[in-house]
């Protein structure tokens, strides 16, 4: 769609001047993970990373929050501004044309083959490597597998803080390098993430400034601790704790989706505490502990590299042993040993909040990441709370109009996923009316739900949003990241795919009735009132001098102080677009992309044949 973004979250830098409909197969993507962010509030930002929730990710710069049932399309037109309903345009003729050629679920089509090589250094880090010519652009994607699942009690938002370290500059590379350097050369996306399970850093380079991304990003993995000082500590640990303020204590309801997780997660479970951590905590950190965390879980054996876009796979693994080759394995990283207790009972807690309408939240904990029930609870989710044809949204806004808004989300994690709905009452109405409308509708699908219409829109609506997340290699890098570190298979695409294909309503009613169960749930009400904020200690005045941190050692490999060049400017072959009008006079561009497969195939029409697509446009429009 003309989108420059990754999957994740509202990156979205430019967006076609004109609505443009690609001929490419409606039908891949992840679509329960992270599912950071969206699914939740996607950090917020984006699927599994499909979907994540502002609980669940809290990433440097907070970006704009979508409904979390928005499709991870969607978060690339966060920031499109007055153009984006000529994108949306495009998207609702792509899933249009799909629905009107399936009126049956539609199977999966034809696979997804996206071809990757994967391999492993010497001291542990897994590469994963992906050709895509389509435009000069690499996406590389660093994960890091620590987030709070990793983190002890009393040392909350440790993975968070180092979210914030990692830019400040390394043992080569200067002081706020990353950034400034990165954004020189024309990068985008440039950004990292924390969510419970993981820590990812990400940009999108043009392909002739790979180096300099390698560069950057193996200098802060292994050098980081040169620079790392009492001074770099405490102006974070500022930063953090004011970040805290801002999107978590200061944010309408923000101190009850902090109340819903901690009530749901029982205190010592990873979960328990919010992503950025406690106030407490963020300052008690000492140097010492800091240094630790990142020894421990900083290392080449405790991450993964991933590089899709226009890129030569033999000169790429160069120079991945160039930068990364020499960097010394860490200690080996134990898998934490959780246990997630499901609720027994019905927890109920009263948040005030300087709001000025009520609002309710239920929750429950329900099966984790990719296993048995996770696929299920997103199509419930969808079906309840995706969007203004949902459930819910008909029965609370259309047909009572007692809320002003309504959501499901389904946050996907390894150690138990959160399974969510959120009401927001309109004036004059309750948080028990909104609590008692949610019960309702929730026992209307135990009971007799999801119709053979309703299942069929929820998938082809799966089916559409992932094209949209592999149409840019970032979407690519984030899928195969995100599947290798929760399966160790980054080829399970399909297979992801084939999970949603295979729901019927059976499945999603047993759902409904074993998983959503009232003596399971967390029940929490917002109402107006006094904000009662948790503990704030008073940041320490910096030193008289501050002390200084350890001086570098000499280098061992002192051509790491010399910043790689850029290369030969790519080349860059641009499609070219059919143009037809419609009675109207709105120009439609149809540009043809037969890479993942073709909608126009699927359909059972030829390739040639645009009669259909026409037709959905003016149906439209």
């Not at 409308?437 to 026992?443: G, K, S, T």
Request: charged share 20%.
């Amino acid at each position: 769609t003309g989108v420059d973004a990754p999957q994740y979250r509202g990156h979205g830098r430019d967006v076609a001047r004109y609505a443009v409909v690609r001929t490419s197969w409606v039908g891949t993507g992840s679509l329960a993970s992270e599912q950071v962010v969206g699914r939740g509030g996607p950090a917020v930002e984006g699927p599994g990373d499909t979907f994540m929730p502002d609980i669940a990710n809290a990433g440097r710069a907070r970006q704009a929050t979508l409904p979390a049932s928005a499709p991870p399309s969607a978060w690339a037109l966060v920031r499109a501004g007055r153009r984006r309903s000529l994108v949306w345009l495009a998207v609702a003729v792509a899933v249009s044309v799909l629905a009107a050629c399936s009126p049956s679920p539609p199977d999966n089509g034809p696979p997804v083959d996206l071809q990757f090589e994967k391999y492993t250094l010497g001291n542990g880090l897994e590469v994963i490597l992906r050709e895509d010519h389509r435009v000069p652009i690499a996406a590389v994607n660093l994960w890091y597998h620590v987030g709070p699942a990793n983190e002890a009690v009393g040392r909350t938002g440790f993975a968070h803080l180092f979210e914030h370290m990692m830019f400040q500059g390394s043992g080569h590379t200067g002081p706020d390098a990353h950034d400034t350097r990165l954004e020189a050369v024309g990068a985008t996306g440039v950004n990292a993430f924390t969510t419970f399970d993981y820590t990812d850093y990400v940009e999108n380079v043009p392909s002739n400034a790979l180096e300099l991304a390698l560069w950057l990003e193996s200098d802060r993995m292994g050098f980081l601790l040169d620079g790392l000082d009492q001074a770099a500590l405490s102006n974070e640990q500022r930063v953090v704790r004011s970040e805290r303020r801002e999107t978590t204590e200061s944010v309408p309801y923000g101190l009850s989706d902090e109340a819903m997780i901690q009530l749901l997660f029982p205190e010592g479970h990873p979960y328990h505490a919010a992503i950025i951590g406690s106030h407490e905590d963020i300052q008690a950190a000492q140097l010492g502990d800091v240094r630790d965390f990142f020894a421990h879980y900083y290392v080449p054996n405790n991450a993964s590299l991933t590089i899709v876009g226009d890129i030569d796979v033999g000169a790429t693994k160069a120079l991945i042993e160039k930068y990364f080759g020499t960097l010394p394995r860490g200690p080996d990283v134990p898998e934490p040993q959780v246990a997630t207790p499901r609720p027994t009972q019905e927890q109920r807690l009263t948040v005030t909040d300087q709001v000025e309408l009520p609002r309710v939240t239920m929750a429950w904990v329900t099966p984790p990441v990719y296993a048995p029930g996770d696929a299920e609870a997103y199509v419930a989710a969808s079906l309840l709370g995706g969007g203004k044809t949902s459930r819910l949204y008909e029965a609370l806004v259309h047909r009572s109009g007692i809320a002003q808004d309504v959501s499901a989300s389904q946050q996907s994690l390894r150690y138990g996923s959160v399974f969510s709905i959120t009401a927001t009452a309109k004036p004059g109405h309750s948080a028990d009316e909104l609590e008692a409308a949610i019960q309702r509708e929730l026992d209307a699908l135990a009971a007799d739900g999801p119709t053979a219409a309703e299942l069929t829109a929820v998938k082809t609506t799966i089916q559409a949003s992932a094209i949209f997340g592999l149409e840019h290699p970032a979407g690519v890098a984030g899928l195969l990241s995100q599947y290798n570190h929760y399966l160790d298979d980054p080829a399970y695409l399909n297979r992801d795919l084939q999970r949603y294909a295979d729901i019927d309503a059976q499945q999603v009613r047993r759902f409904v009735t074993d998983a959503l169960q009232r003596d399971r749930r967390v029940v929490v009400h917002t109402e107006p009132g006094e904000r009662v904020l948790p503990p704030d200690p008073t940041t320490p005045p910096d030193p008289a001098e501050a002390t200084p941190g350890p001086a570098p050692a000499s280098s061992a490999e002192p051509w790491r102080n010399t910043v790689p060049g850029l290369g030969s400017a790519p080349a860059m072959a641009l499609p070219e677009a059919q143009r037809f009008e419609l009675d109207n006079g709105l120009p439609v561009y149809l540009v043809e992309s037969h890479g993942l497969g073709d909608v126009v195939e699927f359909c059972g029409a030829l390739p040639e044949d645009l009669e259909p697509l026409r037709q959905a446009v003016r149906a439209i429009a």
